[in-house]
C-alpha cells in the first residue's frame, strides 16, 4: 500500500448517494449557475452573479455525517498542529496586537489545540470546538484550553462572548457559510477580531488552465504532498470535504454583508511538511505569489491559500 509523505491517509472510495439537493448561491441568493468541473461525480458550479463556487447538488447533512466518520481515520494524529506551526504563529501575534492582553477566543475546528496553547499560556481564557472526540480529548490535555466536541452551531454560545473567533481551513467545509460567519459575528464582542484560512481559487484556476498544458501533469503530480490520492490537486474544490471554493472578492462580500470590516486578506505561508523537493517547491509558489499580490497592491492575490483578518466594530 502506497504511504502518503506527509502521513495523512484519505479514504477516496466516497460517492455520490443520490440523495443530493440542488441549491443557490450561498452568498447572494442567486440561483443562476454555470458548470466549471465535475469532480469526485460531484458538479462544481459558479454563481452567475457573484462567482462564489460551489458544489451543487450537494450532500445532505445525512451523507456527510456517513463520510466523515471515514475521512480522516482517528489514528492521523496532529501533524495539522505541525503543519501550520508558522501560520499559527503569525495569525496569534498578529490577533493578539489587535486585542487586549487577557480575553476569551474561541477555535472552530480547533483540531489538536495547538493554535489555542498559544493563547492559553497567555493566561486568555482558551475554548475550542472540534468534531473529532479524539482531537477535543488531546486539545483538552493542554492546560488552560476547554474544548467541547461538535460542531459550530447557531446559539451555543452567548452573544458578544468572545475577544477573538477563528477558524482555520473551516469554512471550505461548512454547509452554510454565511450563517456560520454570521453566528462568528454575533458572539463576537464590539471591537473583536474575526481570523479564517481558505484554500484561494485563484490559485485552483490557475491550475485548472494549467491542467490543460501538455506534459503538465507530470509537474502538478510532482507538487503533490498533501495527500496520497494523485487526481486531488487536479480538482477545485474537491466535494465532498470541501463544498465551497471561495476567493479574495468573494471572501470580502462574504464578511462586508456580515457586518465585519478592517478585513485584511493575505498570502497564507507555506507548508512545511513533505520531502525537501516538495517543500521547496511550496516556497518558491508562496514566494511568486506573495509578489504578485504585493505589486499589484493585492488588488490580484493567486497564492495557495489566503489568511483573513476582520474586526467587529
Ligand atoms: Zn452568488
Not at 441568493?29 to 454555470?34: A, D, M, N, T, V
Not at 504563529?89 to 480575553?103: F, M, N, P, V
Not at 486539545?139 to 475577544?163: K, Y
Not at 488588488?299 to 483578518?309: H, K, L, S
Request: charged share 25%; net charge negative; proline share 6%.
Amino acid at each position: 500500500m502506497p504511504q502518503p509523505q506527509s502521513g495523512i491517509t484519505e479514504n477516496r472510495a466516497w460517492a455520490p448517494t443520490g440523495r443530493e439537493q440542488d441549491i443557490d448561491c450561498n452568498l447572494c441568493g442567486s440561483s443562476g449557475k454555470r458548470l466549471v468541473a465535475e469532480e469526485n461525480r460531484y458538479n462544481v458550479v459558479r454563481c452567475k452573479e457573484c462567482g462564489l463556487l460551489y458544489v451543487s447538488p450537494q450532500p445532505t447533512d445525512e451523507d456527510l455525517t456517513e463520510f466523515y466518520a471515514q475521512y480522516f481515520p482517528e489514528e492521523s494524529g496532529d501533524i495539522w498542529g505541525e503543519m501550520m506551526r508558522r501560520n499559527f504563529d503569525l495569525d496569534s501575534e498578529y490577533l493578539l496586537r489587535k486585542t487586549g492582553a487577557r480575553g476569551k477566543v474561541l477555535d472552530i475546528g480547533c483540531g489538536h489545540g495547538k493554535f489555542l496553547r498559544r493563547f492559553a499560556e497567555r493566561g486568555w481564557d482558551a475554548r475550542g470546538l472540534d468534531f473529532s472526540p479524539e482531537a477535543a480529548a488531546e486539545a483538552n490535555r493542554i492546560d488552560g484550553v476547554q474544548v467541547s466536541q461538535g460542531e459550530f452551531e447557531p446559539g451555543l454560545f452567548e452573544a458578544e462572548s468572545f475577544d477573538i473567533v477563528t477558524a482555520w481551513y473551516v469554512l471550505e467545509h461548512a454547509r452554510d457559510p454565511m450563517a456560520f460567519v454570521n453566528e462568528a459575528f454575533r458572539i463576537l464582542r464590539p471591537g473583536g477580531m474575526f481570523g479564517m484560512r481558505v484554500p484561494n481559487m485563484i490559485f485552483s484556476n490557475v491550475f485548472l488552465a494549467m491542467k490543460k498544458i501538455p506534459k503538465m501533469d507530470k509537474l502538478l503530480f510532482a507538487l503533490n504532498i498533501d495527500t496520497d490520492n494523485k487526481s486531488s490537486h487536479f480538482n477545485v474544490i474537491d466535494p465532498p470535504a470541501h463544498l465551497y471554493g471561495f476567493t479574495p472578492k468573494t471572501i470580502r462580500k462574504l464578511l462586508s454583508d456580515t457586518g465585519f470590516s478592517d478585513i485584511s486578506i493575505i498570502p497564507s505561508q507555506p507548508v512545511e511538511v513533505g520531502t525537501t523537493g516538495t517543500v521547496v517547491a511550496k516556497k518558491v509558489i508562496f514566494g511568486s505569489t506573495s509578489l504578485v499580490s504585493l505589486v499589484t497592491g493585492h488588488r490580484f492575490n493567486p497564492a495557495p491559500a489566503v489568511t483573513v483578518y476582520a474586526r467587529k466594530t
